[in-house]
């Protein structure tokens, strides 16, 4: 009788797995999306504020952290503009020249020197011609016009404003000065 008992009941446990597991129906599945999530583009049209919610706009007249409006536009007259009018913002202890060499050495070295004199290695290598010293006579350059030229970019030279912060310019803007200071002695 035990046996019958203990068999009966290991059948009917058996029974009961396997009549759970029917293949021809779909199991159950809680929370499909965390499974099957769906894929969205970073910069796709959102329709998850479809009436217009004003909240994904950004204020009228602000601007992001850590950014300040540069006013002067990219033209000629703004070049002169910048090159008459513009000075730094940065005072006499806020100039770090270490740090303005390490970011002159990144950005402009390859083609000013890393003295200023327009012998950087792209030019030694023939790739770029053209590249004056900042020391030639013809050349009056100021603090306005070399941070005009940084942020714009001028003739074959691009823009640096977007790999440089506004401080980092300024840093850049006076290590230049400081070469060409040397440059002329």
Request: proline share 3%; hydrophobic share 35%.
């Amino acid at each position: 009788m035990k046996t019958t008992l203990k068999i009966s009941v290991v059948l009917l446990m058996l029974f009961s797995i396997v009549s759970c597991n029917k293949k021809t129906r779909r199991n159950y599945q809680y929370m499909p999306n965390m499974y099957e999530s769906v894929g969205y583009e970073a910069y796709q049209e959102s329709d998850a504020f479809a009436n217009g919610v004003e909240a994904q706009l950004p204020v009228e007249g602000t601007i992001p952290r850590g950014y300040s409006l540069y006013e002067i536009e990219d033209t000629n007259e703004g070049y002169e503009y910048a090159k008459a009018n513009l000075t730094s913002p940065l005072d006499s202890t806020a100039v770090d020249y270490a740090r303005g060499k390490e970011l002159y050495d990144i950005y402009c070295g390859i083609c000013h020197g890393t003295k200023g004199a327009g012998q950087g290695y792209l030019v030694k290598r023939e790739k770029i011609l053209g590249v004056p010293s900042y020391a030639d006579a013809g050349r009056a350059i100021t603090t306005g016009s070399i941070y005009h030229v940084i942020y714009y970019g001028k003739n074959s030279m691009g823009s640096y404003a977007n790999f440089m912060s506004e401080e980092e310019r300024w840093q850049v803007v006076a290590y230049v000065e400081k070469l060409k200071a040397d440059l002329e002695k």
